[in-house]
């Protein structure tokens, strides 16, 4: 049985969601959401917002491989050959 957890608050506002939206924001708390002004990322400077994110949210490294893989390949820019 899976337990029921409470919806995170963002980090940003502190706003919590009224239900689970299938996101990863069920299981972490969001550093932002749409009722979030917009801010500073602290990882590149760039400004962010929930409407125009900045290049981080993409990071690979938070994907599974096989979604890396896979975005690669949807992508064209990078060929991911297993050696
Ligand atoms: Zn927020
Ligand atoms: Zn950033």
Redesign the pocket.
């Known amino acids: 049985m899976i337990s029921t957890s409470p919806i995170l608050a963002c980090k940003g506002c502190g706003r919590t969601k009224p239900g689970p939206t299938g996101d990863p924001t069920d299981l972490f708390p969001s550093e932002s959401c749409g009722g979030c002004p917009p801010w500073t990322?602290?990882?590149?400077?760039?400004a962010?917002s929930a409407k125009e994110?900045?290049?981080?949210?993409v990071r690979l490294d938070t994907l599974p491989l096989a979604d890396v893989k896979a975005l690669f390949a949807a992508d064209g820019t990078l060929s991911f050959d297993p050696a």
Not at 41 to 46: F, I, L, M, W
């Open positions: 990322c602290g990882d590149c400077g760039e962010c994110l900045c290049s981080c949210w």
